[in-house]
């Protein structure tokens, strides 16, 4: 092809426009990205040492490799909002402890801080008394042996009756045996690290942590739950 004044001329204007979207795309793309630091988390004494010797025949957890987990990145900033926060479950008489148990950031192995539910699916519910951008998750069941709790799923909603707005961020229940859907996440096993489900800042004030007793007992054992998140707007 000649090349003509014209053809020289897009050229140019071409390759110019082309670098000033791409400026402009690493602009917008770097504004909304706030700055990340590791997540500060402070971790209960481990209860146990080493890892499962027997998988269980039926579960889809992955055998715990013994490393620490790597640090999760979060806008820095992030505190455990769930802390003190009121907090109610599904069992009106539970077996053992108090609700209060969950938020009260004592998370060691101990008998006396746990709260037992009776079995079937039960839940705990916190409300965080205003809307927050959650980044990450924890939740330790009982971390006195490396067991599988069953079923765990967590929703976040609007109101505490769980009708508006109501959207699930982690689900393992893959047959749906507790009705509130088939979930594709897998099982885990308890540890003193907690389970830690990346919310992707989903905005919510409520939270609920169903479960239906594990590969040690029926029952239902939550020790404590923390909710890293920024206020939202
Ligand atoms: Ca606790
Ligand atoms: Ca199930």
């Not at 092809?1 to 791409?22: D, E, F, P, Q, S």
């Not at 053992?96 to 039960?122: F, H, W």
């Not at 897998?186 to 479960?211: H, P, T, W």
Request: aromatic content about 10%; some cysteine; hydrophobic content about 40%.
């Amino acid at each position: 092809m000649k090349l003509t004044k014209n053809t020289v001329w897009w050229r140019g204007t071409g390759a110019a426009m082309i670098l000033a979207a791409g400026l402009w795309w690493l602009q917008a793309a770097d504004a909304g990205k706030a700055e990340l630091a590791p997540l500060p988390l402070k971790l209960p004494t481990p209860a146990f040492k080493g890892t499962p010797a027997e998988m269980p025949p039926d579960t889809t957890a992955e055998k715990p490799t013994g490393k620490p987990r790597p640090p999760f990145l979060a806008p820095k900033g992030v505190t455990n909002v769930a802390l003190n926060k009121k907090v109610i479950c599904s069992d009106k008489a539970p077996m053992t402890g108090a609700p209060e148990l969950v938020t009260d950031g004592n998370k060691e192995a101990t008998e006396s801080s746990v709260l037992i539910m009776r079995k079937g699916s039960q839940y705990v519910q916190i409300d965080l008394e205003k809307n927050y951008a959650m980044y990450a998750i924890l939740i330790w069941h009982a971390h006195d042996a490396p067991k599988i709790y069953r079923d765990v799923v967590v929703q976040v909603a609007d109101d505490p009756d769980f009708i508006e707005n109501v959207r699930t961020i982690f689900n393992n229940d893959h047959d749906n045996s507790s009705g509130l859907g088939i979930g594709t996440d897998r099982e885990y096993f308890e540890g003193f690290e907690g389970k830690l489900i990346d919310a992707k800042g989903i905005v919510g004030r409520y939270l609920r942590f169903y479960s239906r007793g594990s590969t040690d007992s029926a029952l239902n054992e939550y020790t404590e739950i923390e909710v890293w998140a920024l206020p939202a707007n």
